[in-house]
């Protein structure tokens, strides 16, 4: 459940303005190629384990079944010359070549969730997405409910039940005693309009580098 809070609280940057960079880096990490999808590697890679190493790894360990089935599909189902000539089961260079890129795209994003979810408690995410999503309202969505499936995946992320996704399927009443969850008004600065420009300009930049 969700109600408004209009206690005051602060934070160094609206929690909307670090969506939007978080947003922006995740694109980027789409979009580069080569030395810059490196160079950005470097960086995001000692934040999240240097400041949040737990949480990185536990994200981590989640999504190492989906690394294995990128480095078989990409490394042994991608034509090309054979990595070990003479090796009827070899993987090719090119499929190598593409499981190194686009498994290193899925663990700097993870990285990012898990440097998100470290700087950015629930109620702080909820107050973000309220923000960016108040425009729905203007063609009669609802971000409430969206702000809602959010928290639900939220709530799984951190503390997935005993026996996984499965849990939910034979037990998908929410508890009554549920706390309530502040959705904080807070005020937006310039120091956020700079943050949100520099995250656009930024992902306009490898937009360029990536044509």
């Known amino acids: 459940m969700i109600h408004p809070d209009w206690s005051g609280a602060r934070f160094r940057f609206h929690p909307a303005s670090l969506l939007i960079a ?25 934040v999240a384990f240097g400041c949040m190493p737990q949480r990185a790894r536990r994200l981590l360990r989640r999504v190492r079944y989906l690394l294995v089935v990128l480095l078989v599909l990409f490394a042994w189902f991608t034509p090309g010359e054979l990595a070990f000539s003479g090796v009827s089961i070899s993987p090719t260079r090119e499929g190598l070549a593409l499981a190194a890129v686009h498994g290193g795209r899925l663990v700097l994003v993870v990285l990012l969730a898990a440097i998100l979810l470290e700087g950015l408690d629930a109620s702080s995410l909820a107050s973000g997405i309220d923000f960016l999503c108040r425009p729905l309202r203007w063609t009669g969505g609802s971000p409430e409910r969206l702000i809602i499936r959010f928290l639900l995946v939220f709530q799984y992320v951190e503390n997935p039940p005993p026996g996984g996704w499965r849990a939910l399927l034979k037990d998908p009443a929410v508890p009554l005693d549920e706390p309530f969850l502040a959705v904080r008004s807070l005020p937006w600065h310039w120091r956020d309009w700079m943050l949100s420009c520099l995250a656009m300009a930024g992902l306009m930049m490898c937009s360029w580098e990536s044509w």
């Open 22 to 46: 978080w947003v922006g880096l995740v694109l980027a990490v789409q979009l580069l190629r080569g030395a810059g999808l490196m160079w950005l590697g470097l960086l995001i890679a000692p």
